[in-house]
């Protein structure tokens, strides 16, 4: 009973921190500040947001908590998985399908401009769930990737262009460096 009662505050905590985060439909700077997860906190959160009946419905913003800026850093026609950057802004990467066909696999992207992305991952796997060292010495990334026999593998690319690959024994991974 003890377990349970821990499992049920350590939910509500999840809750009450997601009530907080960005809303990624929020205009401009309209109250964004005040639901930063971390108030008074400064560095960069990115987020996703979807508009289907825009040309681009597929887009990235970063909010800056120091200026209350959002920017929106990314949109193209292809799904977007997840996220990851640096505290700095100096480098974003997103899991994107590889083409707008919802049959494609997600690959890993670096985000060069507005409409640009770099493709750092190419294989027949979908490469979901990425994450980025938050400095901008270091900016080794992870993902999780998942093979034909539904094997869950997570990847770390180190920024030397070295990698390693670790099996997973869960369904669900989602990899944090």
């Keep these: 009973m003890k377990n349970v009662r821990y499992i049920l505050i350590a939910l509500l905590l999840v ?21 930063a997860v971390l108030a008074g906190a400064s560095g960069m959160l990115y987020y996703l947001a979807h508009n289907p009946t825009a040309a681009d419905p597929f887009r990235v913003f970063r909010y800056d908590q120091a200026t209350d800026t959002i920017t929106q850093i990314y949109s193209g026609v292809k ?20 083409t707008s066909s919802s049959s494609s696999d997600f690959e890993v992207y670096r985000i060069d401009s507005l409409t640009a992305a770099t493709k750092i991952t190419d294989n027949s796997v979908d490469d979901t769930n990425v994450s980025i060292t ?37 369904n669900s991974v989602q990899p944090s460096i």
Excluded: Y
Excluded at 15 to 35: D, G, T, V, W
Excluded at 81 to 92: F, N, R
Excluded at 150 to 164: K, R
């Design 79 to 98: 799904e977007i998985q997840s996220v990851a950057g640096t505290l700095d802004g100096s480098k974003v990467i997103i899991s994107m399908r590889e």
């Design 15 to 35: 809750l009450a921190a997601c009530s907080q985060a960005p809303n990624p439909e929020a205009k401009a700077n309209e109250e964004l500040s005040s639901q």
């Design 134 to 170: 938050r400095n901008t010495v270091d900016n080794s990334m992870a993902w999780e990737s998942i093979n034909s026999m539904a094997h869950h593998f997570i990847v770390v690319m180190f920024s030397n262009g070295g990698s390693v690959s670790f099996i997973s024994g869960s």
